[in-house]
């Protein structure tokens, strides 16, 4: 099928497009009967450089009767060569209400199923059960004979290590989901042993991570970075991965976004939980004193003898602030305050980042949310981010044929992140009211602002389709979860389980072990990376590739097709936002 399209369906409201990678001058809609209910003429986008297509628009935003539906399209051919017109279709995709109440199930669920250190019994794993992991002693990397208890937690990756900066990023994605969007989340099960008790399921899912989150602290408060083995293990399964566990040095990026975290769990789990709450706020007061008593940086690198994923950072700025303004967010103390204005002045990171590497949005989030009182020149500097982020985002989108904010230049590693991190932009902005100011930035945004590296030249812009009729932020966020299921330049799913050609074979230790052909849903694959950055990449896409068809559904591609905790959470992020809109 060459013809792509969104392959669970959309809201009966809002943009729905199918992207022609041919020359096309009219498609239509057919229902699962075989009758036409829509028709229209094709725009023509032209040459799109990511993926290397001549790209045609077929929109049906107008048509809105919910039922299941196909696109199909013939292909332009000289009016001399009729007879050999061939006729090109979409997968099936609904309209309707709940055409994403599987994805936002499935997108949470595999968190559960990546739980260490408990059973994952039928009941609630169906198929992809296995008996409790990674329960064995953990000792101190730097002291071989000193013993800790950090049990539990998620698996990180494709791999069974656990991650302090890596699991503050999920974090603070699901749980600013629930700040922003509650509605979305109250009431729904999401069929784990906690389902029934009280706390909403996200928050109860959240806990199991948090709770390993406390067991990594130091009682002078500073954080171990990592627990992993020395090693990654083989493809076996996690009970099977019997190795020394070892809790890997402190340093100052873990610590702040353990600081953060907790201090901003503490206020989320405060209703429900108030002796829970009390424990996490300790927590986060500890952390932020060791970051008091250790201005320097102090990073990580692995040390001789460790080949475990390393997430290392070159400086702990956005985490620091980040941390001062979750605590100020907690607290009100005026302390707290004067540091964040002290990082925003000494430190230079990208403020509106919302990754695992740099946090500084995580903080603007904190700091705009917060019911403490708040200045008016950093509430207007922070708008002013979140306006110029979104901006540079719809120019991005605007200047590619499948209308992602992706350049070109930035499919790398976990590209998928990277989309569903700009989805989370056009929410942000939206969520404060900044459509408007959004709109005019993206209008007048001069080529000094556009986001570019060096060596990588801006495009001469060309205005997009969306701007000739008109576009609203959930139009742009959507487009990011419609490439995500299916509406990109290879026709994937890059949700295991969600969609007619979902991708099947994640870099995943379990999903290959369990000898069952079915990957568990929900998985977020990481995506096409130019760089190819393992030999079964280079092995099966060839050099010059198109950057978004860089991908190959092979697990031993990790550079491709890895999955990780905090790309399944920005994901989530996004659909709540587009979830709560269409309720509303």
């Known amino acids: 099928m060459s013809v792509f399209v969104n392959q669970l369906g959309f809201y009966e409201r809002g943009e729905k497009r199918a992207i022609l990678p041919f020359e096309c ?24 450089k990511a993926s290397g297509d001549q790209v045609t628009v077929a929109d049906f935003s107008a048509f809105t009767t ?3 539906y196909r696109v199909k399209a013939a292909r332009a051919v000289a009016e001399s060569d009729q007879k050999s017109v061939s006729v090109e279709y979409s997968p099936w995709f609904e ?20 739980r260490c250190g408990c059973d994952l019994t039928e009941e609630y794993a169906g198929p992809y059960v296995h008996k409790a992991c990674h329960v064995g002693k953990t000792v101190l990397w730097e002291d071989h004979d000193a013993v800790i208890e950090a049990t539990g937690g998620w698996h990180d990756a494709g791999d069974y290590g656990r991650y302090i900066t890596a699991g503050a990023c999920a974090l ?20 784990i042993p906690e389902s029934g008790n009280g706390v909403p399921d996200v928050l109860n899912e959240c806990r199991y991570e948090l709770e390993w989150f406390l067991k990594m602290q130091r009682a002078d408060g500073g954080v171990y970075h990592k627990l992993t083995t020395a090693r990654h293990a083989a493809f076996v399964m996690p009970e099977e991965d019997l190795k020394q566990l070892y809790a890997l040095p402190v340093s100052s990026s873990a610590t702040a976004d353990h600081a953060a975290i907790c201090a901003m769990a503490a206020t989320t789990y405060r209703p429900y939980d108030a002796e829970f709450s009390a424990r996490l706020e300790k927590a986060a007061k500890r952390s932020y004193g060791w970051l008091k008593a250790h201005p320097e940086f102090l990073g990580f690198r692995n040390p001789p003898g460790c080949g475990t994923g390393e997430y290392g950072e070159w400086d702990d700025g956005s985490n620091r602030f980040w941390a001062a303004a979750e605590m100020y967010s907690l607290t009100g103390e005026k302390s707290y305050h004067d540091d964040l204005k002290m990082f925003l002045h000494e430190k230079k990171f990208p403020l509106m980042a919302l990754g695992y590497g740099e946090v500084g949005g995580f903080g603007i989030l904190a700091y705009l949310l917060s019911k403490q009182g708040k200045s008016a020149d950093l509430m207007a500097r922070f708008f002013q981010e979140i306006v110029k982020d979104a901006a540079q985002r719809v120019r991005t989108s605007e200047e590619c044929g499948y209308g992602v904010a992706l350049a070109e230049w930035e499919y790398g590693w976990g590209s998928n992140m990277g989309v569903m991190r700009h989805g989370m932009s056009f929410a942000i902005a939206d969520y ?21 590296w ?13 701007e000739k009729r008109g576009w609203s932020m959930r139009d742009h966020a ?11 330049a290879l026709g994937i799913s890059y949700v295991t389980g969600n969609g007619e050609n979902a991708y099947r074979y994640p870099h995943l230790r379990p999903a290959h072990a369990d000898g069952i052909e079915e990957c568990m849903p929900g998985m977020v694959s990481g995506g096409p990376n130019r760089h190819r950055q393992d030999a079964k990449a280079k092995e099966v896409i060839p050099e ?10 092979e697990y031993e591609a990790y550079s491709l097709n890895e999955i990780t905790i905090y790309w399944n959470s920005p994901a989530v992020f996004t659909l709540a936002y587009l979830t709560s809109k269409e309720s509303r």
């Open 66 to 68: 919910p039922g299941k």
């Open 454 to 466: 060096p060596g990588h030249p801006v495009e001469p812009y060309v205005q997009g389709p969306r």
């Open 172 to 191: 603070a994605h699901l749980l600013y989901a629930w700040r922003m969007y509650p509605e979305v989340f109250e009431g729904k099960s999401y069929d």
């Open 432 to 452: 404060f009211g900044l459509e408007e100011k959004v709109k005019e930035a993206a209008k007048t945004i001069g080529m000094p602002e556009r986001f570019v």
């Open 25 to 48: 001058r009219q498609f239509w809609l057919i229902n699962e009967a075989g009758d036409i209910c829509h028709e229209g003429e094709t725009q023509e986008f032209g040459y799109d």
């Open 478 to 488: 959507a487009a990011e979860l419609d490439y995500l299921v299916g509406c990109n």
């Open 544 to 553: 010059g590739t198109p950057s978004m068809k860089s991908f190959a559904d």
């Open 95 to 114: 309209i309707g209400p709940h055409v994403y109440d599987k994805l936002g199930h499935d997108l949470m669920k595999a968190y559960y199923y990546l």
